[in-house]
T-cell receptor, first 117, second 116 residues
Framework: AQSVTQLDSQVPVFEEAPVELRCNYS??????LFWYVQYPNQGLQLLLK??????LVKGINGFEAEFNKSQTSFHLRKPSVHISDTAEYFC???????????????FGQGTRLTINP | NAGVTQTPKFRVLKTGQSMTLLCAQD?????MYWYRQDPGMGLRLIHY???????AKGEVPDGYNVSRLKKQNFLLGLESAAPSQTSVYFC???????????????FGPGTRLTVL
């Protein structure tokens, strides 16, 4: 069974500082990896995804993530954060072994990113 | 094109009451999913559907039933609500290309349910 662990439940940073949100996963098969963002009182928005190919993935709003197969990690980074990045971030994994191709997402616990001025 | 919509946005129930949450998508997607979101636990899959007339259990199906009578709608029912079902419920849908292709899930805005 797949599982996802987000190592930090809360991450406070100052505006314009760099940030890294950590994610580790476990799976016995090849997987797809995702980061979603949830702004206050809103639904989930896909930030970026790793399907195959280059291990460095760029997403929206200046975020990027690096897939590390040997360490089973998929950490999210941004070199300089803004107040508007305040949100909850979810790492997720899915495989393609699902029922008739239905790719079920398994989510981590979430990391609340707070940007302080 | 409204995407994925959920009705209602908020609901308060008393223990033992029943209700149905409606998810609708106008993207002609084959797959639909129901998740619940609880603090510190991320989102967990309740039930999903791979097409009209078919449903399957996810990670936390107990206490819920679902139906997919029309391709565009996916209903989540609580027959006898319990306080443990207080949560935010998200619906998602995805299209199907082929078995190994990535099928992005699009999420609705959520329904906040409180069971007293």
């Amino acid at each position: 069974a797949q599982s996802v662990t987000q190592l930090d439940s809360q991450v406070p940073v100052f505006e314009e500082a760099p940030v890294e949100l950590r994610c580790n996963y476990s799976s016995s098969v090849s997987v797809y990896l995702f980061w979603y963002v949830q702004y206050p009182n809103q639904g989930l928005q896909l930030l970026l995804k790793y399907l195959s190919g280059s291990t460095l993935v760029k997403g929206i709003n200046g975020f990027e993530a690096e897939f590390n197969k040997s360490q089973t990690s998929f950490h999210l980074r941004k070199p300089s954060v803004h107040i508007s990045d305040t949100a909850e971030y979810f790492c997720a994994v899915s495989d393609f072994s699902g029922d008739q191709g239905a790719q079920k997402l398994v989510f981590g616990q979430g990391t609340r990113l707070t940007i302080n001025p | 094109n409204a995407g994925v919509t959920q009705t209602p946005k908020f609901r308060v129930l008393k223990t033992g009451q029943s209700m149905t949450l409606l998810c609708a998508q106008d993207m002609n997607h084959e797959y639909m999913y129901w998740y619940r979101q609880d603090p510190g636990m991320g989102l967990r899959l309740i039930h999903y559907s791979v097409g009209e007339g078919t449903t399957a259990k996810g990670e936390v199906p107990d206490g819920y039933n679902v139906s997919r009578l029309k391709k565009q709608n996916f209903l989540l029912g609580l027959e006898s609500a319990a306080p443990s079902q207080t949560s935010v419920y998200f619906c998602a849908s995805a299209t199907y290309r082929d078995y190994y292709s990535y099928n992005e899930q699009f999420f609705g805005p959520g329904t906040r349910l409180t069971v007293l």
